[in-house]
């Protein structure tokens, strides 16, 4: 059997995966959160030991598959992203969950940034400014997404340090 | 495992090594085809996913068609009956001019135009990215997909397959921002390329004279150039013409005739088959 903390953690992504391809309304789905990496923002600052840049590059790479992007794209992005929590994980446990909002949502424009980037450089930029909506969207959605994955984790997992 | 000593450096340093293989990717990625082992590895682990999102609407369908009353089916039964004779009526005249068009060929010495072979498949319901027309179908290489094959549905062109997988492949629909198709009016044989723009019920015709014979409402078929997709499919109609003499090139608006974003069921299409059902017969 899979350990408790690995097994929550994997049906987490499995479900911001789904929750990423499910398919929307025509004028929804330019407000769709990122749920894989705000998912991913959570355990990496509740298991920084066991959840790193690595994890995030490999679920960057299937996010780049799942997307149809080039591969690396979303990957790249999610790395940086991932970094900067990891690195800032103690100060931002503290912080209140609108300050970790704020934080996540120029996180999320970064990596949108990046990927857009390489869509521009590719020839396909979207032309709308609806394109960096998911940051904005994500930022307003965190709240709930940490209160129900720190839910999750207290019941499912064990050996926390947080 | 205590945190709070155990990363120093090394976090940067992997970061830094994996943002290179990143940039590393996605140059190797856009140059060649060497990924798409990676790629399609990578989707047999989401094709669960996919399959499980599209679930309900697989049994949505499943439970129209078992719950619905004796009298519908029948109903359906006599309006597809009817349906069936006139097209078989349409078919017996298309038979015979096929023929017909062969003999003539024939006479001329023209090459004989190859068969097609179609399969149905169904589109799996997920959304992949809103600033791409992407989608995912249920057929792969399993049935002999390979890579930039044309689809079609009832209506005309809906796009072509960009990764092929065993059991699922991903297609681009015409009116994504990086295809280009091949076309030509149907009315004069003007021959054009009609780009798409991102956006769905959005093609873009470039580079039309001003002096062109063209309208709004001409069909656009396919041209066959480029070898791509089969000639003579139905792709779009005009529907904006803008001619503004500071410009080098009219602007031309068209819509697919396909219903690229409601179609349940499409046709892959295999062109350049050898002509099987109908050989033999074409003595002059």
């Known amino acids: ?120 450089i590719m020839g396909h930029a979207p032309d709308s400014w609806l394109y960096f909506m998911p940051s904005l969207t994500s930022a307003l959605f965190w709240p709930w997404a940490y209160i129900i994955l720190r839910d999750l984790r207290r019941k499912f997992a064990y050996k926390t340090n947080y | 495992m205590q945190t709070l000593f155990l990363q120093g450096p090394s976090v940067t340093l992997r970061t830094l090594v994996l943002v290179i293989a990143s940039i590393g990717l996605m140059v190797l990625d856009h140059r060649g085809s060497q990924l798409e082992v990676v790629r399609n590895t990578l989707t047999y682990a989401l094709y669960p996913l996919q399959y499980t999102i599209d679930l309900p609407i697989r049994l949505y369908y499943w439970g129209d068609e078992t719950l619905s009353t004796h009298k519908t089916l029948l109903n359906e039964k006599r309006r597809l009956e009817d349906f069936q004779l006139l097209n078989k009526v349409r078919l017996q005249k298309l038979d015979i001019l096929e023929k017909e068009n062969r003999r003539l060929r024939k006479l001329l010495h023209a090459t004989p135009k190859t068969g097609e072979k179609i399969l149905i498949a169904e589109i799996i319901n997920v959304d992949i990215n809103p600033y ?75 580079h039309i004279p001003h002096n062109a014979d063209i309208r709004i409402g001409d069909t656009l078929i396919t041209s066959g150039l480029g070898g791509r997709f089969p000639a003579n499919y139905p792709v779009a109609v005009i529907t904006h013409i803008e001619r503004s003499p500071d410009e080098a090139f009219v602007s031309v608006d068209a819509e697919p005739l396909a219903l690229l974003d409601r179609s349940r069921e499409v046709l892959l299409v295999w062109h350049n088959q050898p002509q099987t059902e109908l050989s033999g017969d074409d003595e002059p």
């Not at chain 1, 690396?72 to 969950?97: D, E, F, N």
């Not at chain 2, 280009?180 to 956006?199: C, E, N, S």
């Open chain 2, 132 to 206: 791409r027309q992407l989608t995912v179908i249920n057929k792969g290489s399993n049935d002999e997909v390979y890579i930039s094959q044309p689809i079609i549905d009832a209506q005309g062109v809906i796009g072509q397959t960009i990764h092929v997988n065993a059991n699922s492949s991903t297609a681009m629909l015409i009116t994504d921002a990086s295809h280009a198709l091949p076309v030509q009016v149907d009315r004069t044989g003007l021959r054009a390329v009609a780009f798409g723009t991102g956006k769905i019920e959005h093609l873009d015709l470039r």
């Open chain 1, 1 to 120: 059997m899979m350990n408790p903390n690995t097994r929550i953690v994997v049906l987490t992504m499995i479900a911001a995966f789904m929750l990423a391809m499910m398919p929307l309304p025509e004028w929804a789905k330019a407000f769709r959160p990122d749920w894989v990496t705000l998912f991913l923002i959570y355990w990496t600052m509740a298991l920084p030991a066991s959840i790193g840049v690595t994890i995030a590059w490999s679920i960057g790479l299937m996010l780049d598959v799942s997307h149809g992007a080039l591969l690396g794209q979303h990957a790249l992005g999610l790395v940086l992203v991932i970094y900067i929590i990891h690195s800032q994980h103690q100060r931002l446990r503290v912080a209140s969950l609108l300050q970790q909002a704020i934080v996540i949502f120029f996180l999320l424009l970064l990596k949108q940034g990046l990927v857009l980037w390489v869509s521009g």
